[in-house]
């Protein structure tokens, strides 16, 4: 195999724009090939919070994920605010 044969790793980006971008990257190279370039990193992880999931009809979640994206926020955080003032408000 000379040098014409080996195979040019693409870069690894400093960031990606988006999750899905990281996401596109990473199904598509192994990280075995970045191994050297990564770094240790330590985070605490507080395991007593509990996130509950809860289905939702496939419209109304379009219709939520557009009018967060429009309020510039995330779903999570646009039903946690819509929730809270239902639950918390009286007579609402």
């Avoid at 400093?14 to 330590?42: N, R």
């Avoid at 992880?45 to 926020?73: C, I, P, Q, S």
Wanted: proline residues 3%; without cysteine; charged residues 35%.
């Amino acid at each position: 195999m000379g040098m014409s044969d080996a195979k040019v790793k693409d870069p690894l980006p400093e960031e990606f724009e988006t999750i899905e971008a990281a996401a596109e990257f990473w199904d598509t190279h192994s990280l075995a090939e970045y191994w050297e370039e990564t770094e240790s990193v330590e985070f605490e992880v507080d395991l007593t919070r509990r996130v509950y999931w809860v289905a939702l009809e496939h419209e109304l979640a379009e219709k939520v994920a557009e009018r967060a994206n429009a309020e510039g926020v995330s779903s999570e955080t646009l039903v946690n605010v819509w929730v809270a003032e239902r639950l918390l408000v009286p007579n609402r």
